[in-house]
């Protein structure tokens, strides 16, 4: 059967109840900005005007991402593929959703807004003694913000070492992208897309 109304997943799952139900702030405060400082990783959510979805990895040193209030952070857009994916959605819909992770903290911080992209100098002035500058910032005003629990990294486990692969094990990226595209050429190296990656960053 296909569960196809709010009514009928209620009757399977029921409601939040306590902190579940309770927990969800429209400011930071100060465990969710201590979050987002020590964070070097988020993923992006963004749709556009028809509903197409995107999610984005965004990462950095911790502390990346900028507070600017208890209502509003700032995000760098770093030098990347130029496909804008995120962008083009945020200048459709203007907005956003986030999932900050913090290597090993099981918790994440969810924050839903409103976002904009801004090349004001006070934003882009934030980050001006980065090697490779952003040319945009991604100013995101927030609406919902959430602590989530540990269980999906607990079930996961995402930091455990022992749950890591050998690498080697695995296709690199010069790879799959052949196997995908179908090209004629030799596939990049791992090294030779790390070195030529580092100039980005």
Known sequence: MQIKTESQLRELYGFPSGRAKNKGLSSLEKHTM?????????????????????????????????VIGKTEIVIPDAKGNNRLDSLINIVETGKVGLLFLI???DETLRINGQASIRTDAEYLNLFASENNPPKTCIVVTIEE????????????????EKAKIDRGSF????????????????PESSEAMIKRYKKDL
Request: proline residues 7%; hydrophobic residues 40%.
């Open 171 to 186: 296709p690199t990226m010069g790879q799959m992208l052949k196997d995908q595209l179908g090209g004629s050429e030799t």
């Open 34 to 66: 201590h979050f987002i400082e020590r964070s070097p990783f988020l993923v992006m959510s963004t749709s556009n005007k028809a509903g197409e979805l995107d999610a984005s990895p965004r990462g950095g040193i911790p502390g990346f991402v900028k």
């Open 103 to 105: 290597p090993g903290v």
């Open 145 to 160: 913000l959430f602590l989530h629990c540990a269980k999906a990294f607990m079930r996961s486990r995402l930091w455990d």
